[in-house]
């Protein structure tokens, strides 16, 4: 594990604070182009009409900005076809960012634009060098950090990032590697609230989630659509897409604001609104 240590103030402590700062990059050259999970299988022939893409992810940016959250866009690369799915590439700790370490030849060096973002803003990081471990398998409430052992992070890589983190407990929750990343089928959207698809976890994770949130079961059509991999932007507005009709009245009967947009092209690659957002700094206000 590599530290390099500077001054800038970036803090996230949880899924569902105020959203202040956020990284995305556009899906300038998105493509499938190596089959992650079903969703990607199911729309491999019709491929990512990139112009669709690209203006269905400039409305979901301009959403953010009107929410006030600061949108920092990271520049798109041709040789990186999944680049729109910046949650991937790094996660924020409490005060500390990680740089992951991806566990797809098709994802290897983007976290090199990461790290270029945090050296010019002068930011303090750790940059995981040892076994795979990607942001989409990392979800954090407080004091509780959960942790997917997916096909894209290792318990291995787990292991080391434990070791960087005293005082803070780390659940591993393992899934079936057919749902690529945690954050496609387990969510936090409060303290006591999470959206869940139980189908992808074992017994023993459920009754332990259970114990500690509301769950909200997302049905099978609905993960499809990436029910779970919704955005909490703080004051309980979640960003989710309309098409989840289900979930999304779930929700506004617990009072959340659904904010509906639709990316339905950016998710035919496997993601959606927790996927192409990496979150820098939230705030408790």
């Not at 604070?17 to 995305?24: C, I, S």
């Amino acid at each position: 594990m590599e530290a390099t240590r500077k001054n800038m103030d970036l803090q996230c402590n949880s899924e569902f604070e105020q959203l202040e700062k956020v990284l995305v990059c556009p899906p300038t050259y998105m493509s499938i182009s190596e089959i992650i999970n079903e969703t990607q299988k199911h729309y491999a022939d019709d491929n990512i009409d990139e112009s669709v893409a690209s203006k269905q992810h400039r409305n979901f940016v301009a959403k953010m900005k009107e929410e006030g959250i600061d949108v920092i866009s990271l520049e798109a690369l041709e040789q990186f076809p999944e680049q729109v799915f910046t949650r991937d590439i790094g996660f924020t700790l409490g005060s500390t960012v990680f740089v992951s370490n991806m566990g797809s030849d098709v994802r290897h060096g983007e976290e090199q634009l990461f790290k270029n973002w945090l050296d010019e803003h002068g930011a303090s990081y750790f940059a995981l060098t040892e076994n795979s471990i990607e942001g989409g398998d990392v979800i954090i409430d407080r004091d509780i950090v959960y942790i997917g052992i997916s096909g894209r992070t290792s318990r291995e890589g787990i292991h080391k990032l434990s070791e960087a983190l005293p005082g803070v407990t780390v659940k591993e929750l393992p899934i079936d590697k057919s749902y690529l990343h945690l954050d496609c089928v387990f969510n936090i959207l409060s303290p006591t609230e999470a959206l869940v698809y139980p189908p992808a976890l074992r017994k023993e994770e459920l009754d332990f989630l259970a114990a500690r949130y509301e769950l909200i079961e997302v049905t099978k059509e609905e993960q499809f659509t990436m029910g779970t991999n919704v955005l909490s932007i703080g004051d309980k507005k979640v960003f989710s897409l309309p098409c989840n009709r289900v979930v999304n009245e779930a929700m506004r009967k617990r009072g959340y604001k659904v904010i509906e947009v639709d990316i339905s092209e950016i998710i035919k690659s496997g993601g959606s609104f927790r996927c192409c957002t990496l979150p820098v700094k939230r705030s408790n206000r």
